[in-house]
């Protein structure tokens, strides 16, 4: 507890940073996010732009399962409706990504909360068989998608990357202006979120992780809520999605199977589950461990020749690796190592 | 307290018309019929398995019972919605605490007040305007159920870290929060020493004075259900065996057979 701070109106009281160690690193880190990209170089970049995509979609697959407490192994094909949707449009109809965007999102929310309704009657383990049902329909219908008109793969017309009418090349190298709309998406996402989960609704879907037969009996209509979490996760995912289309350029169902839901599922865990900043964290750790192992494969393939040969065995090795020594060490995720750290100055030098 | 003379003059709140219940073969409630009169305490007493419980399960709507018909100030809710129930004016709490337990107390009382606020998702998620002055105002509300219940020093606490009294105290907050006309309260003293006992049973008088809240309690402190009720009904294996003042009940023989126990009637007087 940080003592210390006097709050006089219950606004300053439920502020989401009530104090100001928070709102001083807080500050660092916006400082930080706007500094970095006039520095790294375009493979930074890439990887950041990777981060801040699958932190989106983190966050909203948190919502429904560290949130909700609705587990879901179906959130690859959510970010498949959401990257097809965006696609779609925009090579059919031609429309600019700031149309294509927040359509793609709206839509993968229906989906969503159409995908949603099986947890009207199922939880745990059965919900999550159903979830992936739905992953497995989506993904049937993308690669038998003739009845789209879809083939192997989509490529959008780089045209219709312009924001209201100015060309995004037009701004500068393609990574260094995905930066300024991934890294401002996955702020706004932040944001709303964090909001979401201080006001009714959020608070709703948190009771029916909690205690859904109370939440019933003190007025929460669980299914509608249940819905309501599906869809915002699923808004979410369709970002993510129709971001992720937008900046490749190209995208085909590959990206989007149960690996990626697994993928997902492991940011989480490792992050933080319910928790904003643990998804981002977990999303970091995610694109952050295979790059680093093969910067390092690289570093030292003059020593061991052959070393980039075993590198997707050693990647997929220490991805497994690490979700078995988060689970084994610390199951809430880095968000609680680093409220650890956070405890430890607080309280240094005495240790009590 | 005490008005309960005066009480049956009014029409009941809450009527209990014939309601059976069975789980396959079992008969967990038969042909259980009696009234609950607004503003008074109702105590519900019985030996375990007697289907205490199961008949606030069925008010508030978590059994759905074959037979009968529970009328809430006139209106049948039997095959309502539990949440359905709740918006009526109907708060409950449980035997075995049933609180958010990841949150902290001020956010399970806030969620007291679901059934008061409007806000969705999308409002929620924006917290600008009408979202943020309805929590504020909101928790003025929670605040003064703080203040009845002796519990500010906690309000940032989560629940799961509390102990088990303060839990039984902050769960009986959350259903104050809810500004019920009825509320019902499965055995809220159990496992508590005796002087949590008398905190609680303040809390539960002030709650029926100051509100004028019904309150049907369901305990096994005999002392302190013929102290604080105006009323009692007792169930043996489903069927209502007594239904009358604490003073009727006490001497009602059927009642002292099944439950109370001759040395308890002698030691009574």
Redesign the interface.
């Known amino acids: 507890?940080q003592s210390g701070t006097f709050h006089t109106s219950?606004?300053s009281d439920?502020a989401l940073r009530p104090y100001w160690p928070q709102r001083v690193r807080i500050a660092i880190v916006l400082i930080a996010v706007l500094i970095f990209p006039w520095f790294a170089d375009r493979y930074w970049l890439n990887l950041a732009n990777t981060i801040a995509i699958a932190a989106i979609g983190a966050i909203g697959l948190n919502i429904l399962v560290g949130y909700t407490g609705q587990i879901s192994i179906g959130h690859g094909g959510f970010l498949a409706v959401g990257a097809y949707t965006a696609g779609l449009l925009a090579v059919r109809l031609d429309m600019p990504m700031w149309i294509t965007i927040p359509v793609a999102s709206l839509f993968t929310a229906l989906v969503g909360a159409f995908f949603g309704l099986p947890s009207a009657r199922l939880k745990g383990l059965y919900l999550a068989i159903a979830t992936l049902a739905s992953q497995e329909i989506i993904i049937w219908l993308l690669t038998h998608g003739k009845l789209l008109g879809i083939g192997e793969s989509l490529s959008l017309p780089p045209a219709t990357n312009n924001l209201f009418g100015v060309p995004l090349n037009a701004l500068g190298n393609n990574d260094f202006v995905f930066y300024w709309i991934t890294v401002g998406f996955l702020a706004l996402t932040v944001i709303?979120?964090s909001?979401?989960f201080?006001?009714?609704?959020?608070?709703?879907f948190?009771?029916i992780?909690?205690?859904d037969?109370?939440?019933?009996?003190?007025?929460?209509?669980?299914f509608r809520y249940k819905l309501?979490a599906f869809?915002?996760s699923s808004f979410f995912a369709g970002l993510a999605g129709a971001l992720t289309a937008h900046y490749r350029g190209i995208i085909s169902w590959e990206r989007f199977t149960i690996d990626t839901s697994i993928l997902y599922l492991a940011m989480i865990i490792i992050g933080g589950l319910?928790s904003v900043s643990g998804s981002i964290y977990g999303a970091a750790f995610m694109v952050l461990l295979p790059a680093m192992l093969a910067n390092l494969a690289r570093s030292v393939s003059g020593v061991v020749p052959d070393i980039n040969s075993y590198l997707p065995f050693i990647q997929q090795g220490a991805f497994g690796l690490a979700i078995i020594l988060f689970l084994i060490f610390e199951p809430e995720g880095i968000v609680k190592m680093w409220r650890n750290v956070k405890d430890y100055f607080r309280l240094w030098p005495f240790s009590y | 307290m005490a008005n309960g003379n005066g009480a049956s003059l009014s029409p009941p709140q809450l009527e209990i018309d014939s309601v059976s219940l069975d789980f396959g073969g079992v008969r967990a409630l038969s042909n259980v019929c009696f009234n609950i009169y607004p503003g008074t305490i109702q105590a519900i007493i019985g030996p375990n398995g007697a289907g205490k419980t199961s008949l606030l399960n069925c008010i508030?709507?978590?059994y759905r019972p074959q037979h009968g018909a529970i009328r809430f100030e006139g209106r049948n809710i039997i095959g309502m919605?539990?949440?359905a129930i709740?918006?009526l004016g109907i708060?409950?709490s449980?035997q075995n605490i049933?609180?958010?337990?990841?949150?902290t107390v001020l956010?399970n009382l806030?969620?007291?007040r679901?059934?008061h606020?409007?806000?969705?998702?999308l409002?929620?998620?924006?917290?600008w305007g009408r979202?943020?002055r309805?929590?504020?105002a909101h928790?003025?509300v929670v605040e003064q159920v703080i203040d009845l219940l002796e519990i500010q020093s906690i309000r940032?606490k989560t629940v799961g870290t509390l102990p088990y009294g303060l839990q039984k105290r902050v769960e009986l907050g959350?259903?104050l929060a809810?500004s019920p006309r009825l509320l019902l309260l499965d055995e809220p003293m159990a496992g508590m020493n005796s002087e949590e006992k008398e905190d609680m049973a303040r809390f539960i008088l002030d709650v029926n004075e100051e509100r004028g809240t019904t309150i049907v309690l369901i305990e096994h402190d005999m002392g302190v259900v013929m102290d604080i009720s105006d009323r009692v009904a007792v169930l043996e294996f489903g069927q209502l065996i007594a239904d009358g003042t604490p003073e009727e009940v006490r001497t009602d023989p059927k009642v002292i057979d099944a439950y109370l126990g001759r040395e308890h009637a002698i030691r009574q007087g």
Do not use: C, W
Request: hydrophobic share 45%; no cysteine; glycine share 10%.
């Open positions: 507890m219950y606004a439920m709303f979120v909001n979401l201080r006001s009714r609704a959020g608070r709703a948190v009771a992780r909690d205690q037969i109370a939440a019933q009996v003190i007025g929460v209509d669980i309501l869809a915002t319910g | 508030s709507g978590l919605a539990p949440h709740a918006r708060a409950r449980f049933e609180l958010f337990r990841h949150m956010d806030m969620l007291g679901h059934i606020m409007r806000s969705g998702v409002s929620g998620g924006l917290y979202a943020q309805e929590e504020i928790r003025e940032k959350r259903a809810m």
